[in-house]
């Protein structure tokens, strides 16, 4: 299994930045991809941004430009940085790990973005 811990969620501006971290623990040596997605209020669920083992990203058209998304291997971590923050980013915003063992999900770090 794969345990996903997410953090650096907050209250932000509009136009701000800030970034969020996941932290992998288990069994990593089976992840081949993680990403982060993000669910606001009544809405469904949607993908911001993807990375896989070897690089390649995936971003949402919605945050592209704006949001970037990296992997630490030496600290089975993967960010999101997340910059010119609007108000429609407000969502809780989690954590998802693709791995040969299954995916797993994080309990996510919420986002506000308000003056």
């Known amino acids: 299994q794969v345990q996903l811990v997410e953090s650096g969620g907050g209250l932000v501006q509009p136009g701000g930045s800030l970034r969020v971290s996941c932290v992998a623990s288990?069994?990593?040596?089976?992840?081949?991809?993680m990403g982060w997605y993000r669910q606001a209020p009544g809405k469904q669920r949607e993908l911001v941004a993807s990375?896989?083992?070897?690089?390649?990203?995936n971003i949402s058209n919605s945050v592209k430009g704006r949001f970037t998304i990296s992997m630490n291997n030496a600290k089975n971590t993967v960010y999101l940085q997340m910059n010119s923050l609007k108000p429609e980013d407000t969502a809780l915003y989690l954590c998802?790990?693709?791995?040969?063992?299954?995916?797993?999900w994080g309990k996510g770090t919420l986002v506000t973005v308000s003056s």
């Open positions: 990375i896989t083992g070897g690089g390649t990203i």
């Open positions: 288990g069994s990593i040596f089976s992840i081949y991809g």
């Open positions: 998802k790990s693709f791995s040969t063992q299954g995916d797993y």
